[in-house]
Nanobody, 124 residues
Framework: VQLQASGGGLVQAGGSLRLSCTAS????????VAWFRQAPGKERQFVAA????????YYADSVKGRFTIYRDNAKNTVTLQMNSLIPEDTAVYFC??????????????????WGQGTLVTVSS
């Protein structure tokens, strides 16, 4: 499946952004969809994941309570709603998908399909 991420931009600390990941090319049936982020000079970091079969969500501790991931199968999209943004959230955000859920869902190596990334910049 091909993924297209969008919605990044520049926002002040305390503000909100909504990132979208749209799937195309085939029926979006992947059980696992996640968002990762990568700041300059740092490794790619897990942000949030959605498990379609159990309708469950998972978050990194650093974003818990501020970010929400949800999926709309009718629109083939996965959205990351980001509230109360802080400068430390500044990074390129990537969506990723995998056909079958993996218990090590926070590890980017397990995802087979990736979007191109969208830049989020949070100013202080």
């Amino acid at each position: 499946v091909q993924l297209q991420a969008s919605g990044g931009g520049l926002v002040q600390a305390g503000g909100s952004l909504r990132l979208s990941c749209t799937a195309s090319g085939q029926t979006f049936s992947n059980d696992a969809v996640a968002w990762f982020r990568q700041a300059p000079g740092k490794e790619r970091q897990f942000v949030a994941a959605h498990r379609q079969s159990l309708r469950r969500t998972y978050y990194a501790d650093s974003v818990k309570g501020r970010f929400t991931i949800y999926r709309d199968n009718a629109k083939n999209t996965v959205t990351l709603q980001m509230n109360s943004l802080i400068p430390e959230d500044t990074a390129v955000y990537f969506c990723a998908a995998r056909a079958v859920w993996n218990v090590d869902f926070g590890n980017p190596v397990h995802y087979t399909d990736w979007g191109q990334g969208t830049l989020v910049t949070v100013s202080s």
